[in-house]
């Protein structure tokens, strides 16, 4: 097939959460015989200069490059219309031009979108097979936000999320199939009834790359990862420090805890003052990081989708203690395969069991990595994009059949 594929974030190199996934998708389609052109946007030139590595994974690739501050004023001119700020900020008149040209130019079998957010440059489309994954609800991200932001900023994100709910709706209603990243996506995408088929396929998680080593760990380290610029992040880890790390410091004084993550706010970096924490910043590779600590937290109270950091952390060995928000992103079992809590002391009582009991720790480390093997690998999850596909481009060609 030839296919055109739009993402939000240019997908190469895929060194975070927004472009591991589609990379993945495009190198597979790839592999698999199919011709893949690829649309997306580029925040600075290093980022448009890294992203040419993505010509060895597709037949081709359209950059354009954008600036912050103009889609900062794209978003502003759109706070007074039904329109999401979002889309401003993933909307380029270059990349709209490079889309259209290539819509006239070549017969394509497959339109795949992956984000709402520039879904809207194909919406209008009626003659090829279109499939749009969501990936994340992202309507629901900032209906969530505005329980956590102050006033005015909540008013804000309540009205975004609000007017992303609306186009959400719209726009899967100009596709022929939508998915979502977990079942749990998936049934939000299915309570808005829109009469649109839908289904669900999962990250995967590079499992030779994210694998353990030999090498011991520290029995006193635990450690978190995930960008520091990024406000779920932010939130959960000022949480941590207050409401639950005093508490392990003073059952275990020689403890430690890693925070490690590109760009930490000053908000952040001020974390670094408290006995025993550490904030890394940026780090050229996290898997030491992690392969050092006796565990992993991901505490978020904002989790929608699947949290990459937990399926590393699980294929590397180590054991991780995370919030049941988070964990309704990973096909794994509570206990079982990773420990689950909210309250401080349930997190409190969970990293302490895992602590306090070496052979805890080990169970935990093999079951989540075999875990992550069976139910997280990539070729399992493309196995279900591709009959997603097959499903979406049958669905168009039998509504084109009953038109007729």
């Not at 975004?160 to 939000?188: H, S, Y």
Request: net charge neutral; charged share 20%.
């Amino acid at each position: 097939m030839n296919i055109l594929y739009i993402c939000h974030r240019f997908p190469f190199p895929p060194k975070r959460g927004g472009k591991i996934r589609p990379f993945n998708m495009i190198r597979h389609l790839s592999a698999c015989g199919h011709r893949v052109t690829v649309c997306s946007l580029a925040r600075s030139p290093e980022e448009a200069a890294e992203g040419q590595g993505i010509a060895a994974h597709c037949a081709a690739f359209e950059v354009a490059q954008v600036s912050a501050p103009l889609q900062a004023l794209r978003m502003v001119a759109r706070l007074p219309l039904a329109t999401p700020s979002s889309m401003g900020f993933f909307f380029s008149p270059s990349l709209q031009a490079s889309v259209q040209r290539l819509l006239g130019a070549q017969k394509w079998d497959l339109i795949f979108v992956h984000c709402s957010s520039v879904a809207q440059y194909v919406e209008q489309v009626r003659d090829v097979p279109k499939i749009l994954d969501f990936g994340d609800m992202d309507s629901q991200k900032w209906l969530e936000y505005a329980n956590y932001k102050p006033f005015p900023l909540s008013l804000g994100y309540r009205l975004e999320g609000t007017k992303m709910l609306a186009a959400e709706k719209r726009l899967a209603q100009r596709f022929d199939l939508c998915t979502a990243t977990t079942r749990a996506e998936w049934e939000t995408l299915e309570s808005y009834r829109t009469g649109v088929p839908t289904d669900w396929f999962p990250n995967g998680v590079d499992a030779d790359f994210f694998c353990p080593t030999d090498e011991a760990y520290d029995a006193d380290t635990l450690s978190f990862i995930g960008r520091m610029d990024y406000y779920p992040n932010q939130e959960c880890m000022a949480r941590f420090c207050t409401q639950i790390w005093p508490a392990l410091k003073s059952r275990r004084p020689q403890l430690k805890l890693l925070i490690v993550g590109a760009d930490p706010s000053p908000e952040m970096r001020k974390l670094g003052d408290l006995p025993g924490v550490t904030v890394t910043g940026s780090v050229p590779d996290v898997r030491p990081f992690v392969r050092r600590s006796a565990l992993m937290v991901a505490p978020l109270n904002i989790a929608r989708g699947t949290q990459n950091k937990i399926l590393e952390a699980m294929a590397m060995g180590v054991p991780v203690v995370t919030s049941r928000v988070a964990a309704g992103g990973v096909d794994a079992e509570s206990v079982t395969h990773f420990l689950v809590a909210d309250t401080p002391q349930e997190y409190s009582d969970a990293i302490l069991r895992i602590l306090d009991d070496p052979a805890e720790r080990q169970r935990l480390a093999l079951a989540g990595r075999q875990r992550m093997l069976s139910n997280h690998a990539w070729p399992h999850s493309m196995e279900r994009l591709d009959r997603i596909i097959d499903r979406g481009v049958g669905n168009f060609w039998e509504s084109k059949g009953k038109l007729a």
